[in-house]
């Protein structure tokens, strides 16, 4: 599987941004998509994530100002985010997860600054 991300950038907080990817390759099965996220001298930490039964996850701090959206047959996820703070500046990864195998498959990073 291999994932395209796109998205990103520096916004004041407040502002907006979405991320987008697209996933390729052999999916099938029960999986997953989401983003995760990965600050400075931070551990990576889930963000939210679409399963392929229609469920959605959100960590905590991002419930109420980010939302997960999957199109199931163009095997893309976007998340938006809005009334970004700076502590949600990271480098955003996006995820691809198949319980089946149990195997990760990662995006390349791209990052999100909200700063004024």
């Known amino acids: 599987v291999q994932l395209q991300a796109s998205g990103g950038g520096l916004v004041q907080p407040g502002g907006s941004l979405s991320l987008s990817c697209a996933a390729s390759g052999s999916m099938f099965g029960i999986n997953s998509m989401g983003w995760y996220r990965q600050a400075p001298g931070q551990k990576r930490e889930s963000v939210a994530t679409a399963t392929s039964g229609g469920s959605t996850y959100y960590a905590d701090s991002v419930k109420g100002r980010f939302t997960i959206s999957r199109d199931y047959a163009k095997n893309t996820v976007l998340l938006q985010m809005n009334n970004l703070k700076p502590e949600d500046t990271a480098v955003y990864y996006c995820?691809?997860?198949?319980?089946?195998?149990?195997?990760?498959?990662w995006g390349k990073g791209t990052q999100v600054t909200v700063s004024s």
């Open positions: 995820n691809y997860y198949t319980p089946r195998l149990g195997v990760d498959y």
